[in-house]
């Protein structure tokens, strides 16, 4: 029905930058909110930065002034701009959205998950 793919996960060095995008595909009628979570090892999955389709967005303040997400809704699909990269945002990141799924009847929302993507920042 829905699927999210992503990419740009890789090896960085600590201070550096990378740049995470997440298309999702499928029967969509709409997409609500957008975003992007990390699980680190040994560690439950976290929130890393939300987007509402108006724009509006909340980061985890650990990456505040950091990161920056953001969206194209015609194309849905979400970014996430890392900057200055810490050794502690090494995790695998995983894109989410919650999805108005369209169907031959009624359509529902359901929130989708994308396979993830390893974000490792060497000290």
């Known amino acids: 029905q829905v699927q999210l793919v992503e990419s740009g996960g890789g090896l960085v060095q600590a201070g550096g930058s990378l740049r995470l995008s997440c298309a999702a595909s499928g029967s969509i009628l709409s997409i609500n909110t957008m975003g992007w979570y990390r699980q680190a090892p040994g560690k439950q999955r976290e929130l890393v930065a939300v987007i509402t389709s108006g724009g509006s967005t909340n980061y985890a303040d650990s990456v505040k002034g950091r990161f920056t997400i953001s969206r194209d809704n015609a194309k849905n699909t979400v970014i996430l701009q890392m900057n200055s990269l810490k050794p502690e945002d090494t995790a695998v990141y995983y894109c989410?959205?919650?999805?108005?799924?369209?169907?031959?009847?009624?359509?529902?929302?359901?929130?989708?998950w994308g396979q993830g993507t390893q974000v490792t920042v060497s000290s």
């Open positions: 989410n959205a919650r999805v108005l799924v369209a169907t031959t009847f009624v359509p529902y929302e359901n929130d989708y």
